[in-house]
């Protein structure tokens, strides 16, 4: 509020002038009567006295208006300060009251225009909430078709459900046709088969003298020279392959012989490894669905068993068994939603050439030969296969395989002979087993999936195994070598007498990998051999020994393979 201090000041001001005034008139009135009296009096006095009272009477009348002079001056003097000071303080207070005018002015004029912008909002939100009631009115009505939706789709889908339910009991039957007609299309191809694989010609076949001494053109054709004379006459089902080889007779003339074989499969040198399992997987397939199933490596030494079955580092080179092993747990894995639970359990051995020792490539003892732990190999009625003192791991997926399989790898036996540097001189033997229930149809299963890699099979007189200090052993080792290999023909060959209707003994105890592989190698199981040759001409006679031999296994026929299932 603003203060108004200017006319009360004026006012007291004014009043106390005026009160100045009438104290003096009263004074020179009470001094005119006063002399009124006296005059009375002093007529009887004489003319002297009566003068010097009247001189008395002036000269106190006139100290009495000099005094009241006086007490006037100083009140008028205090007057005239206090009009100073208050006119001062008048002229601060206007001017304190004309700049909070000024303010006043100034706020009133930012509140109008903050009206105005308000005025404006309003209108905005007003608007804004005119379209938002508009738009919540259209969700709502979404909202309400919304409901009716899903209630719609909520009846769908308990219709869907039902029929997934029937779905569901129509794929368990279908499943079971798909077993049934699996195993039939296995049978119908034979519960033995031979695949034949030939590997290309690598840069360590080609002597490094002769490519430094030789042009490119030469070195060609040096690599033709080396190079077997391999046909592969069946382009369509890749089934047939011709060798040709050239030899002198006693007389000195050449001898250019052509030998023809037929085999289930005959992979060329540019086949990859997901070509060659491609075949391979219905196999692996057979062992989830509860069968006894044998893949082996046979070849010569350096003829790529061991590539084949295990491999390179990345997954296009990746072997049988990572790739079989990724195929397991796939199939078991997408066989849950059926109703199935597996649980799948492996082992890793050897079986050294030399004495026939059995040597865990899972354990983490046997460093030595005086620590050597003693495996016995075990058959049971129920047709199952154990080896004492063996490691048998859980298995949960296939990175852990691999893990275990890497570490395996480096305790096998190896050793260098004149046909590869790095020759195997031990069968391996990777064994998976899977046990499968369905609680749905109370159906269970057992399957069991080896995976060899045999030793290498080589000539004692073009493998050098009997030079060198250590020339006697890898002489024995050659040799055992090749009786195990042999023993595992026997085998097959009393196994295919046997399917005829003969009455052959079974000698699966003359080699401890075929008494270990007995339950595989049995009419109830299906096995696969995969015959590996090197493409080079001097392996040629261990080549034409390797095709014979896999052709006297694929004219074997076991019989009928049964799937090990139970229903409760």
Same mark, same amino acid.
């Given at each position: ?16 002038? /005026? ?120 969700? =709502?009505?979404?909202? %309400?078709?919304?409901?009716? =939706? ?33 195993? /039939? ?9 031979? !695949? ?16 430094? $001494? ?22 369509? %089902? ?12 006693? /007389? ?30 219905? @196999?692996?397939?057979?062992?989830? %669905? ?38 397991? !747990? ?16 492996? =082992? !890793? ?71 590869? %540097? ?56 050659? =040799? ?14 009393? @196994? ?40 080079? /001409? ?29 229903? $409760?």
């Amino acid at each position: 509020m603003l203060e108004k201090p200017s006319s009360g000041r004026r006012a007291t001001t004014h009043t106390t002038v /005026t009160s100045g005034q009438n104290l003096e008139e009263q004074l020179v009135l009470g001094r005119v009567a006063t002399l009124g009296t006296s005059r009375d009096n002093t007529s009887r006095l004489t003319s002297v006295e009566a003068t010097r009272l009247l001189d008395a009477g002036k000269l106190e009348e006139l100290d009495r208006r000099t005094e009241l002079n006086n007490i006037a001056s100083d009140e008028i003097s205090n007057l005239k300060k206090q009009h100073e000071r208050l006119s001062r303080e008048a002229r601060e207070d206007l001017r304190a009251c004309r700049e909070e005018l000024e303010r006043e002015r100034e706020a009133m004029s930012t509140l109008k225009a903050t009206m105005s912008h308000q005025s404006d909002s309003d209108l905005t939100l007003a608007a804004e909430n005119t379209a938002l009631k508009a738009r919540d009115e259209a969700r =709502q009505s979404q909202m %309400d078709a919304d409901t009716q =939706q899903i209630a719609e789709l909520t009846r769908k889908l308990q219709e869907e459900r039902q029929k997934n339910v029937a779905l569901n009991w129509e794929a368990m039957r279908n499943e079971a046709l798909r077993r049934k007609l699996h195993n /039939t299309i296995q049978e119908l191809k034979g519960n033995i088969r031979v !695949f034949c694989r030939v590997r290309p010609v690598l840069p360590s076949d080609l002597s490094e003298t002769s490519m430094m $001494s030789t042009s490119t053109e030469d070195a060609k054709k040096l690599q033709e020279d080396m190079t077997a004379n391999m046909i592969f006459p069946d382009h369509c %089902d890749h089934k047939e392959i011709v060798l040709r080889s050239s030899s002198k007779s006693a /007389t000195g003339q050449e001898r250019i012989g052509s030998y023809a074989f037929s085999f289930d499969r005959v992979f060329e040198p540019g086949s990859t490894q997901a070509q060659v399992f491609e075949e391979i997987s219905l @196999l692996a397939q057979s062992c989830i %669905d509860g069968y006894n199933v044998c893949i082996f490596a046979y070849g010569q030494t350096g003829s790529g068993k061991s590539y084949t079955m295990e491999g390179g580092s990345t997954d296009t080179t990746k072997g049988m068994i990572p790739r079989a092993v990724e195929q397991v !747990f796939r199939e078991t894995e997408r066989l849950k939603e059926k109703g199935w639970e597996y649980q799948i359990k492996g =082992q !890793f051995l050897e079986i050294a050439s030399y004495n026939e020792t059995i040597k865990d490539l899972f354990g983490k003892g046997e460093i030595d030969k005086k620590s050597e732990v003693k495996h016995e190999i075990k058959h049971d009625e129920t047709g199952s296969t154990r080896v004492t003192d063996i490691t048998v791991v859980d298995l949960h997926s296939p990175f852990q395989v691999k893990t275990l399989l890497a570490s395996g790898q480096d305790r096998r036996s190896v050793a260098t002979t004149l046909m590869n %540097d790095c020759s195997s001189r031990s069968h391996s033997v990777f064994t998976l087993r899977l046990s499968g229930t369905n609680t749905s149809t109370g159906e269970s299963c057992k399957g069991c999936l080896n995976l060899v890699d045999l030793a290498g099979s080589e000539r004692i007189t073009t493998s050098g195994t009997g030079t060198g200090g250590r020339g006697n052993d890898r002489l024995k080792e050659t =040799q055992n070598i090749n009786r195990s290999l042999s023993a595992l023909g026997d085998v097959i060959a009393a @196994l295919g007498e046997r399917a005829n209707g003969g009455d052959q003994h079974i000698p699966y105890r003359n080699s401890k990998l075929t008494y270990l592989l007995q339950e595989s190698l049995t009419r109830d199981s299906k096995t696969l051999m995969i015959l590996n040759l090197s493409p080079l /001409t001097r392996h040629s006679n261990e080549s034409l020994t390797a095709l014979r031999f896999a052709t006297k296994v694929n004219n074997t026929t076991l019989g009928t393979a049964k799937k090990r299932v139970r229903r $409760s």
